[in-house]
């Protein structure tokens, strides 16, 4: 099962194929055969996108055809598409750059980009194939979420049977305490009897009322619904970002490391101060 990152990623390259012959031929009929140079002039101000058109529009991304399309709305797709439409491209751009950007997406986050993509498609009149591609995406998305759910509850419930077991455990115990207490010593000392059996009521009433009121983490073996690795702590260690290193220095893709010879300088002066 892929993640939420593969799936969103996914459902933009559904998009941009279905989206693409409807792009084009809107662009066309307003533009004839300038609409491609239209469009890139869409992209003044985002140099990565405006490489990209550089391309034969088969290999144009989900960005650089939402891009056009905001641009260009009022010229051209206005015509065909109405302002339900103009907000799903806004919404689609915007979960793109999420996705592109590496961000965290939630369960919602990837169901909205699959709905939201599915209708902008339905309203482009997309192959019915594509549609029911990402509607059989959409329920995988619901159906990891309620397995989930469910693996939750029943953990749950396995842990509430426990934790009231283990209650009727220490009042049997605490029970037996008074019990023996009061036949062994409230012939000899009632007093002392008393005192011992309500210490013991004490301490276990107490001890009963932690442990109802105490909630213990889940664990077991279950699937991280972010990476979709085996793990067996609520805290998936896969998906934690190392802790940055004050002596290392990350731009991009290389890491830098600090000069050898400012080091001992450092040192040194750090130690005369």
Known sequence: MPNLHQTTGR????????????????????????????ARASFRQDRAVSVLTQLPLDEWDAQA??????????????????????????ELREFRNRWAHQSELTDD??????????RLLHAVNASEELLVD??????????????????????????????????????????????ASLIVLANHNLLSALLIS???????????????RTNEPIHGVHECPKCRKIIYNEVC????????????IRRGSSTILPPFNETPRTLVSQRRA
Not at 23 to 33: L, Y
Not at 198 to 212: D, E, K, P, Q
Request: with cysteine; aromatic share 12%.
């Open 11 to 38: 459902a933009l390259e559904l998009l941009t194929k279905g989206l693409a012959p409807f792009f084009e031929q809107q662009m066309h009929d307003v533009f004839r055969d300038d609409w491609v140079d239209v």
């Open 65 to 90: 055809l939402l891009t056009v399309m905001w641009d260009q709305w009022n010229a051209v797709f206005r015509q065909k598409l109405g302002l339900f439409e103009r907000s799903l491209v806004s």
């Open 109 to 118: 986050d990837c169901y909205r980009v699959l709905d939201s993509a599915q």
């Open 134 to 179: 990402l509607d059989r995406m959409k329920l995988d998305v619901l159906r990891e979420r309620l397995n989930r759910q469910v693996s939750d509850d029943v953990r749950r419930a396995k842990q509430n049977h426990a934790r009231w077991f283990e209650i009727a455990v220490y009042a049997f115990c605490g029970m037996t305490i008074v019990a």
């Open 198 to 212: 309500g210490f013991t009521v004490v301490t276990f009433l107490y001890i009963s009322i932690v442990r109802l």
């Open 237 to 248: 260690p896969y998906c934690e970002a190392p802790p940055p290193s004050s002596s290392i």
